[in-house]
């Protein structure tokens, strides 16, 4: 399943690093998402891009900045991150982003926050 | 506020043998959807499965079925034919309306081994 990508598919990070996760779908959608998923927690979604518009932005710490240039790409830009903030972060497309749809996952990035 | 429970962390079962892994949630909408996604050892999410909540027929894909109860909030996948392919951590998942997107809410998960 090619459909969305994401790179990296690692990072190990300081907690004074800047980095950036990216993902991209091939799937003419419209509506993109990022997932945190933590062990032995479910998955929460982070935020929400409809039409290049964040809709939703889950109470996410500030630390966490997303970005869509168009409704292709997604980037979740991280700084002074913690080490609480080691997770697989999951990238999601659907459609339209209507609750009939079907979202579409990517391999996620493994991050680790030293 | 919209929930989805597994009550079930592991389920283990033989090869080529059945297995049903359950789900019940809560919500107070009519009309809405429902998913089984599977997330294997390579992490990727994968939809196994959907149900649409007006359709009175329970959902099939090939040896994947769902056994869904609308009254009792319940959404069951049955794995027929069990294979060793099918190990992974399943997920049930209800897709909640907010404001112009959609939120899937997930359940904790359930791990499935498949003994050779």
């Known amino acids: 399943e090619t459909g969305v990508t994401q790179t990296p598919r690692h990072l190990v990070m300081g907690m004074t690093n800047k980095k950036s996760l990216k993902c991209e779908q091939h799937?003419?959608?419209?509506?993109m998402y990022w997932y945190k998923q933590s062990a032995k927690k479910p998955l929460e979604l982070m935020f929400v891009?409809?039409?290049?518009?964040?809709?939703e932005n889950n109470s996410v710490p500030s630390r966490f900045s997303p970005e869509c240039p168009n409704s292709s790409h997604l980037f979740l830009h991280l700084h002074t991150l913690q080490p609480e903030d080691s997770a697989l972060y999951l990238c999601a497309s659907s459609q339209t982003g209507q609750y009939t749809d079907t979202q579409y996952f990517g391999p996620g990035t493994r991050l680790t926050v030293l | 506020a919209q929930t989805v429970t597994q009550s079930q962390p592991e389920m283990s079962v033989q090869e080529a043998e059945t297995v049903t892994l359950s789900c019940t949630y809560d919500t107070s909408e009519s009309d809405y959807y429902l998913f089984w996604y599977k997330q294997p050892p390579s992490r990727q999410m994968i939809l196994v499965i959907r149900?649409?909540?007006?359709?009175?027929q329970n959902a099939t894909e090939n040896r994947f079925s769902v056994n869904f109860q609308k009254a009792a909030k319940s959404f069951s996948l049955k794995i027929s034919d069990s294979q060793l392919g099918d190990a992974a951590m399943y997920f049930c998942a209800f897709p909640h309306a907010i404001q112009g997107a959609q939120k899937l809410v997930f359940g904790q998960g359930t791990r499935l081994t498949i003994n050779p």
């Open positions: 149900q649409e909540a007006y359709k009175q």
């Open positions: 891009y409809n039409f290049k518009e964040q809709t």
């Open positions: 799937l003419g959608h419209n509506a």
